[in-house]
């Protein structure tokens, strides 16, 4: 076969995975948006068309999860490092500094500046016998490998959208075979890495 074959035969399939890829951030797009709270408390979702869908498989609650025991102390350890000043007490829970202590005010503006040097996602709250500790983790109802392909990950995507893209046509025009198998696994691969190149060189 003659050289130009190849050359156009590879080209076709750069630009068939373009168009592909275009057809996924398609998607990604129309499932973008958020809601908001009107003033009557009703949930305002964005108009885009398929972001009912996405929130849907978006769902979630938040996990609360308080420092405790081991993990309390390995926290204040750290904290100790960063507050030398002011020395305190703690039990199995918190650190036990109310505002009745003289030290509470500087003590505790000293550790909302400092604490996100240990986690920026440390979250502190005052009780009434002390100081706790928690952090927040969001826990999807649809799992991440069916949430991610579906909607989420424009990069995951690729395995689940590209049924549409590849093999539904592919198998339509050209029928089973192992070749068509091996390039199907290869397609998504590559549209993978594809996606990963719009989405990361997109303005943000």
Request: with cysteine.
């Amino acid at each position: 076969m003659e050289a130009s074959f190849y050359f156009y035969t590879i080209l076709a399939a750069l630009g068939y995975l373009l168009i592909e890829s275009l057809f996924m951030v398609g998607v990604w797009i129309s499932a973008k948006g958020g809601t908001e709270k009107m003033p009557n408390g009703k949930d305002y979702d964005s108009e885009m068309i398929l972001y009912p869908f996405k929130k849907r498989v978006m769902k979630s609650t938040k996990e609360i999860v308080f420092f405790k025991a081991d993990f309390l102390e390995a926290l204040v350890k750290k904290i100790r490092v960063q507050l030398p000043e002011i020395d305190f007490k703690t039990s199995n829970t918190e650190i036990l500094l109310t505002r009745k202590d003289s030290d509470f005010v500087a003590f505790m503006n000293l550790l909302n500046e400092r604490i996100k040097r240990i986690d920026p996602n440390i979250v502190i709250t005052l009780t009434e016998t002390g100081i706790q500790f928690h952090k927040e983790y969001t826990q999807y109802k649809v799992n991440k490998y069916l949430r991610k392909p579906i909607i989420q990950c424009p990069i995951c995507m690729s395995s689940v959208w590209s049924i549409f893209t590849y093999w539904i046509p592919i198998i339509y025009w050209f029928g089973f075979s192992w070749p068509i198998v091996y390039l199907g696994i290869a397609n998504t691969c590559i549209l993978a890495c594809v996606n990963w190149l719009v989405f990361s060189s997109r303005p943000q």
